[in-house]
Each structure stands twice: as structure tokens, then as C-alpha cells.
Nanobody
């Protein structure tokens, strides 16, 4: 089993930046896919970004491409989401998720483990 703990959320003005962290524990992440999803109030949870733990190869939702960067620190067993040029529509609870093996998928049902979420609010 993998335990995921997110941190780094908060309130930021439009155009600002935040970096979210997702610390993983419980087992090796070798062959895992690590992802970020977000859920705005009253809306479905949607895919943001993901990477293959082994290679770092990443994939992004069109809505965040060029503004967000997903990365990992293998020594710390941690995944990051650097968010730049934030917009009010980025406001949501952000969740870290993982799945063992396979390819990156944007469907939340494919992910086995989830963190508790961290709130990101973009407002002036």
C-alpha cells in the first residue's frame, strides 16, 4: 500500500505561483504512475498532470500545459506540481494519486491510491 500526503496549497493572487508536494511512503514507487488531479467546488475531479516514476516522462492536461510542471525527487519519494501563471479557474482541491504499472491515464478510476487533498485558491 502507498500512502500519499499533499502539502503546499494556499491562497495566491492571479498570476502568482505555488508548488505542491506529494510525499509517498509505504513501498517503492518503481513502475508507478504518479498523477495530480483537481476538483473544483460542485464539479468532477479532473486530470491535471502525471509522470512515469521510472523515467520522469510527463503528460499534461491542455488547460495547464505551459503553466504547470510535474516532477519528482526519487531520493525523497516525492512528486511536485509547480504551478505558475495561476488563474482563478485553477481554484480547486488538488489531489495526488498513484497507480502501479500501465500507462498514464486521465481517468481517476484507474488510480489506486489517493492523498487527502490540498486547497488552492486563486483570488485577488
Amino acid at each position: 500500500q502507498v500512502q500519499l500526503v499533499e502539502s503546499g496549497g494556499g491562497l495566491v493572487q492571479p498570476g502568482g505561483s505555488l508548488r505542491l508536494s506529494c510525499a509517498a511512503s509505504g513501498r517503492s514507487l518503481y513502475n508507478y504512475v504518479m498523477a495530480w488531479f483537481r476538483q473544483a467546488a460542485g464539479k468532477e475531479r479532473v486530470f491535471v498532470a502525471a509522470l512515469y516514476w521510472n523515467t520522469g516522462t510527463a503528460y499534461y492536461a491542455d488547460s495547464v500545459k505551459g503553466r504547470f510542471t510535474i516532477s519528482r525527487d526519487m531520493a525523497k519519494n516525492t512528486v511536485y506540481l509547480q504551478m505558475n501563471s495561476l488563474k482563478p479557474e485553477d481554484t480547486a482541491v488538488y489531489y495526488c494519486a498513484s497507480r502501479r504499472g500501465g500507462v498514464i491515464t486521465t481517468g481517476s478510476a484507474a488510480y489506486e491510491y489517493w492523498g487527502q487533498g490540498t486547497q488552492v485558491t486563486v483570488s485577488s
